[in-house]
């Protein structure tokens, strides 16, 4: 099921006023990939301050949706890895405070370097990934 689809079913089929929306929790969907369709759908939201896709199977950033006033991002128990985490992160939402990636894949500081950029990030948790037991006592 799509995203989209997703949400109206859980709004009892009516459409939703996106505007009104600064909280989008999709925990515990089975998603893997957002699909453009979703993403063009989630943009909509451009009040969204808070996303939440953990325990989704995401595999990859691809087609997240742009959000300029999202503040915080939760991510965790999905399948993310590779360099590009960071960098995508960084690039669709600038205006982070906290960011939860716990229990993915990330092994290496390069996977999250992109992150560097966001000057407002106050919180990230890494918790339970492989780069946990890389860093030891450092993370």
Same mark, same amino acid.
């Given at each position: 099921? !799509?995203?989209?689809?997703?949400?109206? @079913?859980?709004?009892? $089929?009516? @459409?939703?006023? /996106?505007? #009104?929306?600064?909280?989008?929790?999709? =925990?515990?969907? #089975?998603?893997?990939?957002?699909?453009?369709?979703?993403?063009?759908?989630? @943009?909509?939201?451009? #009040?969204?301050?808070?996303?939440?896709?953990?325990?989704?199977?995401?595999?990859?950033?691809?087609?997240?949706?742009?959000? @300029?006033?999202? *503040?915080?991002?939760?991510?965790? *128990?999905?399948?993310?890895?590779?360099? !590009?985490? $960071?960098?995508?992160?960084?690039?669709?939402?600038?205006?982070?405070?906290?960011?939860?990636? !716990?229990?993915?894949?990330?092994?290496?500081? *390069? =996977?999250?370097?992109?992150?560097? /950029?966001?000057? /407002?990030?106050?919180?990230? =948790?890494? !918790? =339970?990934?492989?780069?946990?037991?890389?860093? $030891? #006592?450092?993370?």
């Amino acid at each position: 099921m !799509s995203i989209k689809a997703a949400i109206i @079913e859980k709004n009892e $089929g009516e @459409e939703v006023e /996106k505007a #009104e929306y600064t909280n989008l929790i999709m =925990d515990d969907m #089975e998603i893997k990939t957002i699909s453009a369709e979703d993403k063009d759908f989630l @943009e909509g939201f451009i #009040e969204c301050q808070f996303l939440s896709l953990n325990s989704t199977k995401l595999e990859s950033l691809d087609n997240m949706p742009k959000l @300029e006033r999202l *503040e915080r991002l939760e991510l965790c *128990e999905n399948q993310l890895q590779g360099n !590009s985490v $960071g960098e995508a992160i960084a690039t669709l939402y600038p205006n982070l405070v906290t960011i939860k990636l !716990s229990s993915n894949k990330i092994e290496t500081v *390069e =996977d999250i370097a992109g992150l560097k /950029k966001l000057e /407002k990030l106050e919180s990230l =948790d890494l !918790s =339970d990934n492989p780069i946990c037991n890389t860093l $030891g #006592e450092e993370y």
